[in-house]
């Protein structure tokens, strides 16, 4: 039986429509890829690899607001 991470897919399928021209997009294209990216990060968050993200992400925001005082 073949079995499919579905936030690899996800990642896979938003990977290869970013990779496509810029001109060439609709409104309703960049609404789908933005929905995409959302439902990715739903599936990345509750993961050890989410959580990892999360802390670096917040680590350099903190970072960056210590610098900015």
Sequence with gaps: MLTINVAVLLAV???????????ARSRNDEKLSA???????????????????QDILGQLANSVTQAGR
């Design 13 to 23: 399928i938003i990977v290869v429509r970013l990779g496509r021209r810029t001109e």
């Design 35 to 53: 929905v995409l990216a959302l439902a990715l990060g739903v599936l990345l968050a509750p993961t050890a690899l989410g959580q990892a993200i």
